[in-house]
């Protein structure tokens, strides 16, 4: 079964620290993933897109890596600010059909406090 | 920033009313989508669509329809609204694929619209 899973599924950290989330997927075939910001009340925005060959993308400060071996990806944020605070969102694409469905993980919730 | 907006933001309506919200790109995007959006959770497409004319249905089971009559506009109805279909509604377009079966386009999310059926 196609899934992608995320962790924590809540963070909170200080603002100017460091932080590492974690997506776990199982799809297959696989095209891309992405790592999308949505803030509350808002709908998600694109940070990075990774294909198969990619291991490394940075935006700024956030910088993602892809295991496509172990089917994992993390998101790292650097001097985090309190307007990192939101969901962040793992997509999976598989290449299965013209579409490119896409898979979504839950979310990892960062609250970045002052 | 995405050219693509959705309206109302916000409804509270009555069981049985029948609603339309509204989604418009100005991106000249062939593809859009709508998604369902509980809280913490997962993103479900429950409609999309190729270009006018063409819509689908997605993975999550929905009792709306919608309709592409215009490239720019992509708007969800509901016939008779109950309160399980509370939610967030979430309007995305994207440009058409490469093709091959690979997909790379990324797709541009509207605000969304937070539908609360009393």
């Known amino acids: ?114 | 920033e995405a050219d693509i907006y959705q309206t109302p933001r916000y409804l509270v309506i009555g069981t049985g009313k029948k609603i339309t919200l509204e989604c418009s790109q100005t991106m000249g995007h062939d593809k859009m989508y709508w998604y369902q959006q509980d809280p913490g959770m997962e993103l479900h497409l429950i409609h999309y669509s190729y270009g006018v004319n063409s819509t689908e249905k997605g993975d999550l089971s929905s009792e709306s329809t919608v309709s592409r009559i215009r490239t720019e506009h992509f708007p969800l109805t509901l016939e008779s609204a109950r309160p399980s279909h509370t939610s967030q509604y979430l309007c995305a377009s994207s440009e058409a694929g490469t093709g091959g079966g690979k997909n790379t386009d990324t797709q541009y999310f509207g605000p969304g619209t937070r539908l609360t059926v009393l």
């Open chain 1, 1 to 114: 079964k196609n899934q992608v899973e995320q962790s924590p599924q809540s963070l909170i950290i200080l603002e100017g620290k460091n932080c590492t989330l974690q997506c776990n997927y199982t799809v297959s075939p696989f095209s891309n993933l992405r790592w999308y910001k949505q803030d509350t009340g808002r709908g998600p925005v694109s940070l990075t897109i990774m294909t198969f060959s990619e291991n490394t993308k940075s935006n700024g400060r956030y910088t993602a890596t892809l295991d496509a071996d172990t089917k994992q990806s993390s998101l790292h944020i650097t001097a985090s600010q309190l307007s990192d605070s939101a969901s962040y969102i793992c997509v999976v694409s598989d290449r299965g059909s013209t579409l490119g469905r896409l898979y979504f993980g839950r979310g990892t919730q960062l609250t970045v406090w002052p």
